[in-house]
């Protein structure tokens, strides 16, 4: 890490005249990117939260204080109860984690007191969840579960598909530079274009391509984007689940996979360039020691490839979580609400309610969201980045 | 099938042995490969349709025709006259390089300070700028549209509706860029750093001179997303542009979706047109890094 | 560095919350302060001179959405306005990207100096920009002397085109002009409906449904792809509105202001496509344009869209299947078809007189004759005015169905011009949906519908200008008005516009039947004059009144009368007739016709000045009333002498007296000359040839039967089924037939007489002069 090679070459000057020529050289390289971001990056996330405490359609009303959260989350005791629920959720991930620090007899009882944790703040969090949408916006708490589904079904998928496609890439293969571009663009393509071929593609007649590659399986025509059922509903006929044990739609899987599609090659691209800065005699010294293909795969790529994994996988995630057009250009009438995430339902409440207000403030409940998991990923994962 | 799988386990274990068996390996590399093409052919699929409708005619579309008769090559001329791509063009041009120097600039600098010096507020300011990216775009442009039209602080040179700066500027710095950069440039071996320490060097020509040569491949991936990023951009051209003085290429084509009917061939002409400059940079910066950079002295 | 920021965003949360929860004025940044550069003349006081404003050289910076060739259409009319004006004034027209992308700048700028002084904007667009007070009330100028439309020319607009940008939810004023208009159509395939055995293309649901089923398994010989359906339906808003209006249903009660998706029409109309794709024999459209490239293609036979696809229909047949093809009236259960019409009107926002003033001129440009026959020619979308049929024969010949959806432009109606449409046409686009996957259609349409009123009622909530208080208060809290108890019989009101011997008998002879029929008690009286009649039922002493057309206007204006049910009579036609095809059908309406001899080198009205013209009677409705408006509007003052007017005493006798040359010309209902009852080509064999039509006149409703308002709807209901029946009945014909010489009786929509109360209105005519 960076600290100690600051440690190193100190004496040489006062510690204290370094580190105010440090924080001075620092504030100087990030002023020109501050300025710029300062002014559009946080200006419109600060209007935002003045436009969310007023009422305001088109033109600023009334000041109304906190009415537009309660309005959207209900009285408060619902997202008290919910939020309580998370507190457990932590509690039980810090307990499990100690229970393996311990000696064995502790691990067990840690582990079983941790289990138990878990399951009640599931039920708290239910509770909670209920209150809510009892005394909230119902559209904008489900397009919340959408958000979910869309994010869990798109980051690992991508990642995964783009960390093994760039591995593969970067091996000595015939024609690299055809293939590396082949996958980089639909990336590139306008989604104007994109979205039309999809929609052929995935047209719910029966001689659409997905329906006779499917058919070839020994399966049912589907409707794809026109089918709002849930898969839970498809596969297993559960009709009365709802919220997250339904799962998503078979319309959100089809968008799910038309933006993993998209996106794999934007992460090949990075991880390409992540897998160029590990150097050969890594793998050379690794070889030397009898490593294997997977061993090296494991042990050296892995490791080093750490912080553009954990890069891409924050970016991906913030990305998802708003994610708008590629939803946007996919939704029709017949999948009902099932991909309406929560951009597009801020989107709809800004641009065909006028209701500005009303979608200031769900930018500012979706923004603490996505900071707050942005956070937890980071405690979590951040610590198993490797920075050499 | 089971066999195969025998034989891509096997190759692997030879290779680990180091004594490879010609036959084997081999196999493995035509199911690699194989894969590889299906792969590319789901990528390239939508391509093949967007340049095959952009030479056809508009009966052939109408008929759901899968090729064209008669490649109509005259298509893309139609785009090129129809969406005034050669006004547009030179525009796009000059605002996409503009932009790219600019975050060229502050995603460096940033990123280099971020990655590699350790100052008070670091984590803090850090923070700050992820949060950037985590507010929806559709609720940003209205705030955004009042600074540029210098509604909230007095702008220099007044308002920027239908400037340069005001389709570049507010592109100029962004937390992708930054955290990119930071990420590989905290990778960087501290060794190096104390050497040019030794050697008088500060920060500036530290990054002049050693980061930034040995950083070409994420360099080179920031300037690649800076262009695709600004190449392609459109709701915001569109919203602080009145008039055609600085519209982006992206606008003409937009004028194909039209009200009734889209003419699909000439839409997809335009698309492709668009598309090329792009692979042009991909190819360019791509060259810059496909062998990685084993050689390039991190022994330091 | 992780524990740092641990807390770093624990801090950031922290402060983040304590901003959203801190008053705004202290706590926010500075720049925050969301005041904009309000331009400094918005609104002028009313009584504001604008005859006094002076436009020259002012710049008008009009943003449009059309591209291609409407683009380059409307720069040489920009451009011809600019060289001509004699004010100075140069517009500039600036392509801003779609509808929507308009709309979303127009958010931003509103009310600021970067807004323009035109802006292409839907009545819904303009509705949401209102909210901000943004947008000028061309009423200001609409009539003044010097700048305004001429009454005549007013007049020449279409009046529902012309009445839809005058917006009820905020004080009557017109935020928008029409400068062109589209109709949802009906596209057909003739070959293939040929092939299927017929011959005309279907005019009601039932024998669409027969064609669209047979279609389906019967595909068309020269389709160039497989497959074959009746109907693909594109789930969209309009499609919706369009197959209600069908249905005789509405989505909007202009009365209440409220949504009307629950209807019956709506309920029907969806019950209908629903039962069409269960069948088999419609599908729902899946991609963009779909239904356009397989009608093209050939395995499509009927689709239903935007006349304004005219030209891409027609070139989709030209490079498809290559077939005949034509547009009708979308089927229909009404008498008449309803057609759905809409399109963007542009709009003036707020900026200084000068500037408003100078973009009205321009407004007034594009809407004069001249101009829009070029810019339909070229946009191929229909004009505004009627007078403009004259110049668009090059686009009647090379187009095909522009004549004919042209023709059919008087049976328009429209959707609302209310703010949040947009948001209720995204939920109605998903009831659609839904239906068509298979839910139930009256709860869907009725959850719809509530969906549907709460977004209007939240839009309106912070409106600046609050909507007038709808006429009738709202329907929950109303105690409606009942009779037909014993204590409180229905008293039906009669006008004396006959013997009143004979009316009494008659109408005892209605009651009685109705009596027996419903169940309920009914009382007649005869007014002592037409007036009487109506003032009984202002005063509520009669509950149901038979009221002619006249006193029908007078009663909707002075207490807001319910008309219900109108009497039909067989259709005569006339060469120039534009509803030939309906000849001898009932219908609830009839023109007047303007004779002359064939040889009298009269052509227009205009040509009627200085000559002897016959009317009728001073009180015949189509023998004086009407013609004497028509004659106004076209410049020709009676009172003043401009011709010579005698009156001949009846229609037949001024038949008569053109026959013989002792008026230049006359006026008398259609078709006088080959009337059963007078019976002229007995005596004069050669009429039709001497005498001919040069002039027919827009449609006059018939009288009919009327309720007082707020009269409870299920009762309502009741009785009007009642009044049908006894019209179908063989006593209850003969009842009718002594009373006022009926035929029959249909029941009509709410707003049956308004387009003629218009046209009274505009010429300036009070029906309260008519009453006697």
């Known amino acids: 890490m960076t600290a100690t090679s600051l440690k190193t070459s100190s004496g040489k000057y006062s510690s204290k005249r370094r580190m105010l020529k440090e924080n001075l050289t620092a504030y100087l390289f990030i002023f020109p990117a501050f300025l710029v971001i300062g002014v559009f990056g946080l200006f419109p996330i600060g209007y935002s939260i003045y436009m969310s405490l007023y009422q305001w359609r088109v033109r600023q009303g009334d000041f109304i204080g906190l009415k537009n959260y309660s309005d959207i989350l209900g009285d408060g005791t619902g997202l008290l109860i919910f939020l309580l629920g998370f507190g457990l959720l932590i509690l039980a991930y810090f307990l499990w984690n100690s229970a393996f620090k311990n000696g064995s007899m502790l691990a067990k009882s840690g582990k079983l007191i941790a289990a138990i944790i878990l399951i009640s703040a599931g039920i708290v969090i239910s509770l909670g969840w209920k209150q809510m949408i009892a005394g909230g916006d119902e559209d904008f708490l489900n397009s919340m579960i959408v958000t979910v589904f869309y994010a869990l079904g798109s980051v690992p998928l991508q990642l995964a598909l783009a960390l093994i496609l760039a591995y593969i890439l970067f091996q000595n293969i015939r024609g690299k530079e055809l293939f590396r571009m082949i996958f980089f663009l639909p990336y590139v393509t306008p989604v104007v274009t994109t979205a039309v071929v999809f929609r052929i593609i995935f047209s719910p007649r029966e001689t659409s391509l997905a329906n006779i590659l499917i058919g070839k399986l020994g399966i049912e025509p589907l409707k794809w984007l026109f089918e709002p059922k849930t898969v839970t509903e498809l596969l297993f006929g559960l009709k009365d689940l709802n919220g997250l044990l339904s799962g998503p739609s078979l319309a959100l899987i089809t968008i799910i996979l038309f933006g993993v599609w998209t996106f794999v090659g934007y992460n090949t691209v990075i991880f390409l360039a992540g897998l160029g800065g590990i150097s050969k005699e890594i793998y050379e010294a690794a070889e030397i020691d009898g490593a294997n293909s997977w061993d090296l795969f494991r042990y050296v790529t892995v490791p080093l490839l750490s912080p553009i994994t954990f890069y891409l996988f924050l970016i991906s995630f913030i990305g998802t979580f708003k994610a708008f057009n590629h939803i946007y250009v996919m939704k029709v009438p017949n999948a009902q609400k099932t991909v309406v995430t929560a951009s597009v339902h801020i989107f709809q409440k800004f641009y065909t309610e006028n209701n500005f207000s009303a979608a200031a403030t769900e930018a500012i409940i979706l923004f603490l969201i996505i900071l707050g998991l942005t956070f937890a990923q980071n405690k979590i994962l951040g610590e198993r980045v490797f920075y050499g | 099938m089971a066999s195969i799988q025998k034989n891509i386990s096997s190759s692997y274990t030879m290779r680990k042995s180091k004594s490879q068996n010609f036959f084997s390996r081999h196999i493995g590399r035509v199911i690699l490969y194989l894969l590889l093409i299906f792969g590319a052919a789901l990528a390239l699929l939508p391509f093949y349709w967007m340049i095959s409708t952009s030479l056809m005619t508009l009966g052939e579309t109408i008929n759901r025709k899968w090729l064209p008769a008669v490649p109509q090559l005259v298509n893309y001329v139609n785009a090129w006259k129809e969406a005034d791509f050669a ?48 507010i929806p775009e559709s609720i940003t442009l209205l705030p955004n549209l009042m600074l540029i039209r210098g509604n909230i602080f007095p702008l220099p040179g007044g308002s920027w509706m239908n400037t340069l700066q005001g389709l570049t500027v507010p592109f100029m710095a962004n937390a992708f860029s930054i955290f990119l950069l930071r990420q590989f440039f905290s990778q960087i071996p501290s060794e190096l750093w104390d050497a040019a320490r030794i050697d008088g060097s500060g920060h500036f020509r530290f990054l002049l001179q050693i980061v930034l040569p040995i950083s070409k491949a994420p360099l080179m991936t920031v300037l690649l997303f800076a262009f695709t990023g600004s190449w392609n951009a459109f709701a915001w051209p569109l919203l602080v542009t009145t008039r055609n003085t600085w519209r982006p290429i992206m606008v003409g084509l937009w004028t194909f979706v039209s009200e009734a009917g889209p003419e699909t061939h000439l839409l997809m002409a335009g698309a492709v047109i668009s598309l090329l400059p792009i692979l042009v940079v991909y190819f360019i910066t791509q060259k810059q890094f496909t062998e990685g950079i084993a050689t390039t002295g991190l022994k330091g | 560095m992780r524990k740092r920021m641990y807390g770093v965003l624990a801090v950031l949360l922290v402060a983040t919350m304590f901003l959203a929860a801190c008053k705004p004025a202290a706590e926010t940044p500075p720049q925050a302060e969301p005041t904009q550069a309000v331009v400094e003349q918005a609104t002028v006081p009313p009584g504001f001179d604008w005859e006094a404003v002076d436009p020259s050289g002012q710049e008008v910076i009009f943003w449009h959405q059309h591209s291609k060739e409407r683009e380059t259409a409307l720069m040489e009319i920009v451009d011809e306005f600019n060289a001509t004006n004699e004010y100075g004034i140069t517009v500039v027209a600036e392509y801003q990207g779609s509808y929507g992308d308009i709309f979303n700048k127009m958010l931003g700028v509103l009310n600021s100096p970067d807004a323009p002084d035109l802006v292409v904007a839907y009545q819904n667009q303009a509705a949401t920009y209102q909210l901000s007070d943004a947008l000028f009330d061309m009423n200001q100028l609409l009539d003044s002397p010097k700048w305004g439309i001429s009454k005549e020319d007013q007049a020449d607009f ?55 089923c047979k279609a389906a398994e019967k595909p068309f010989s020269k389709a160039t ?31 209440a202001a409220q949504y009307t998706y629950d209807s019956e029409g709506s309920k029907q109309a969806m019950t209908f496509i629903k039962d069409l794709i269960d069948n088999g024999c419609a599908k729902q459209v899946t991609e963009a344009y779909g239904d356009q490239t397989d009608f093209g293609n050939g395995s499509l036979l009927f689709s239903v869209g935007s006349s304004s696809g005219l030209p891409y229909y027609g070139k989709a047949v030209d490079e498809g299947a290559k077939f005949e093809w034509s547009v009708a009236a979308i089927p229909h259960t009404t008498p008449d078809p309803v057609m759905n019409v809409y399109g963007a009107s542009v ?13 009205w001129l321009f407004v007034k440009y594009y809407t004069t004759p001249d101009v829009q026959a070029k810019w339909a020619t070229v946009s191929q979308y229909f004009p505004v005015r009627q007078s403009v049929v004259d110049g668009l024969a090059d686009v009647f010949a090379t187009v095909p169905g522009y004549q004919t959806s042209f023709e059919m432009l008087k049976y328009s109606h429209f959707e609302p011009p209310v703010p949040g449409y947009d948001f209720v046409r995204n939920a109605v686009s998903e009831a659609m949906a839904a239906i068509v996957d298979g839910a139930e259609v009256d709860a869907t349409v009725s959850a719809l519908n509530t969906d549907a009123n709460e ?201 008569v007296a053109v026959y013989k040359g002792d008026c230049d010309a006359g006026v008398t209902y259609i078709d006088i000359r080959t009337d059963g009852a007078a019976k002229l080509y007995e005596t004069y064999p050669d009429i039709m040839e001497k005498v001919v039509v040069f002039f027919t006149t827009d449609p006059i409703p018939n009288d009919g039967i009327q309720f007082i308002p707020n009269f409870d709807p299920a009762l309502r209901a009741q009785i009007v089924a009642a009044f049908l029946k006894l019209s179908e009945d063989e006593a209850g014909k003969q009842l009718l037939k002594d009373l006022y010489s009926i035929n029959g009786l249909v029941e009509i929509q709410p707003d049956f007489y308004d387009a003629f109360a218009k046209t009274m209105v505009d010429a300036g005519v009070d029906p309260a002069t008519l009453v006697k």
């Open chain 2, 87 to 134: 006004k547009y063009f030179i525009n796009s041009v000059i605002i996409t390089f503009t932009t790219i120097a600019g975050i060229m600039t502050t995603s460096t600098l940033a990123g280099y300070a971020f990655g590699r010096i350790k100052f008070f507020g670091r984590d803090v300011l850090f923070a700050i700028l992820l949060s950037t990216m985590m």
């Open chain 3, 158 to 212: 279409f009046p529902g085109f012309f009445a839809q940008d005058v917006f009820p939810n905020f004080e009557n004023k017109r935020l928008g002009f029409p400068p062109n208009r589209s109709m949802e159509v009906m596209y057909y395939n003739m070959d293939w409906l040929k092939e299927l055995g017929y011959d005309a293309a279907p005019t009601t649901p039932d024998q669409f449904k027969e064609m669209a």
């Open chain 3, 347 to 359: 709009s003036i926002p707020l900026t200084t007189p000068e500037r408003e003033l100078a973009a």
């Open chain 3, 455 to 655: 977004q209007l009622a939240e839009q309106l909530s912070q409106s600046s200008a609050p909507p007038p208080p709808p006429p009738t208060p709202v329907p929950t809290e109303i105690t409606y008005e009942t009779c037909g108890t014993a204590d409180k019989p229905c008293v039906i009101t009669f006008v004396p516009s006959a013997e009143v011997g004979k009316i009494t008998t008659a109408g005892q002879g209605i009651a009685d039947w109705l009596a027996a029929e419903t169940g309920l008690n009914y009382q007649i009286e005869v007014g002592t004059s037409f007036a009487a009649s109506i003032e009984a039922m202002g005063a509520k002493k009669a509950q149901i009144g038979f009221l002619n057309t006249f006193s029908v206007l007078l009663a909707e204006a002075k207490y807001g009368i319910d008309p219900a049910l109108a009497t039909v009579r067989k259709l005569a036609v006339n060469e120039l007739s534009p509803d030939k095809d309906l000849e001898g059908t009932l219908q609830p309406y009839y023109r007047g016709q303007f004779l002359t001899q064939a040889d009298s080198g009269i052509t227009t009205i205009a040509d009627l000045k200085g000559k002897t013209f016959c009317f009728v009677d001073p009180n015949s409705t189509s023998g004086y009333i009407i013609p004497n408006i028509v004659l106004k509007a076209n410049g020709i003052d009676v009172e003043a002498g401009d011709l010579t007017a005698t009156f001949a005493g009846s229609h037949p006798n001024v038949g």
């Open chain 3, 225 to 255: 792809v497989d497959g074959a359906n009746g109907y693909e339906l594109s789930i969209d808003a309009s499609r919706w509105a369009s197959w209600t209006f069908a249905f005789g249903g509405d989505i909007y009660d202009y009365n």
